[in-house]
């Protein structure tokens, strides 16, 4: 097993810049597909994006590509999310996800039930 923590969150002005950080403890993080999901309350847990156990290959929403760079340090078992030029349409609860999945596919990385485990969130908020 896996636990999951993210941090970084907070208010951020639109245009602006935020970095979050998940740190991992239990099972070898090297191990797991690692991934970033954002949920706004009433709607469905939306797919940010996902790296791989070597950090050779990483996913993104079509969307955010460009504004929004996962990475991970394996030696540290920590996966971060750097965003920028962020908007009010970003305004979310986003969470760091694990998956002990041995094959992915662009597609499976993106649905949340690819994912074994979850931190608690933390919340983002873009607002001026």
């Known amino acids: 097993q896996v636990q999951l923590v993210e941090s970084g969150g907070g208010l951020v002005q639109p245009g602006g810049s935020l970095r979050l950080s998940c740190a991992a403890s239990?099972?070898?993080?090297?191990?797991?597909?690692m991934a970033w999901f954002r949920q706004v309350p009433g709607k469905e847990r939306e797919f940010v994006g996902a790296v791989n156990w070597r950090a050779d290959n990483t996913y993104y929403q079509e969307s955010l590509k460009g504004r929004f760079t996962i990475s991970r340090d394996n030696a540290k078992s920590t996966l971060d999310l750097q965003m920028s030029g962020l908007e009010p349409e970003d305004t979310a609860i986003y969470y760091c996800?694990?998956?002990?999945?041995?094959?992915?596919?662009?597609?499976?990385?993106?649905?949340?039930?690819?994912?074994?485990?979850w931190g608690q969130g933390t919340q983002v908020t873009v607002s001026s």
């Open positions: 239990g099972s070898k993080f090297s191990d797991y597909i």
């Open positions: 996800a694990a998956s002990s999945v041995r094959l992915i596919s662009a597609i499976s990385v993106t649905r949340a039930d690819t994912y074994d485990y």
